[in-house]
Nanobody
Framework: QVQLVESGGGLVQAGGSLRLSCSAS????????MGWFRQAPGKEREFVAA????????YYPDSVKGRFTISRDNARNMVYLQMNSLKPEDTAIYYC?????????????????WGQGTQVTVSS
């Protein structure tokens, strides 16, 4: 089992940057594929980024490709989401998630553990 805690959210102007962090507990962090999702009010949870167990493969939807970068540090049990060129439509609660079996999955149902989320607000 793994516990996840996100941090780094906040208020930023359009065009700005934020770096989200996700701290994971447990000794087997490197055995989990990791992902970031977001959810805006009244909308479904949306895939943002994913990274495989060793960090060699990353996955993004077109809406954030070229602007967001996911990375992980297995020695520190950390996952990061660097977000650049932020837009007002990026405003949402951002969640870190861990999957036992699926690497690079776009589907939130394939993730087994979730953090509590961190709010990102982008003003125009």
């Amino acid at each position: 089992q793994v516990q996840l805690v996100e941090s780094g959210g906040g208020l930023v102007q359009a065009g700005g940057s934020l770096r989200l962090s996700c701290s994971a507990s447990g000794r087997t962090f490197s055995s989990y594929a990791m992902g970031w999702f977001r959810q805006a009010p009244g909308k479904e949870r949306e895939f943002v980024a994913a990274i495989n167990w060793r960090g060699g493969s990353t996955y993004y939807p077109d809406s954030v490709k070229g602007r967001f970068t996911i990375s992980r540090d297995n020695a520190r049990n950390m996952v990061y989401l660097q977000m650049n060129s932020l837009k007002p439509e990026d405003t949402a609660i951002y969640y870190c998630a861990a999957s036992n079996y699926y690497s690079g999955s776009y589907h939130y149902t394939n993730y087994d553990y979730w953090g509590q989320g961190t709010q990102v607000t982008v003003s125009s």
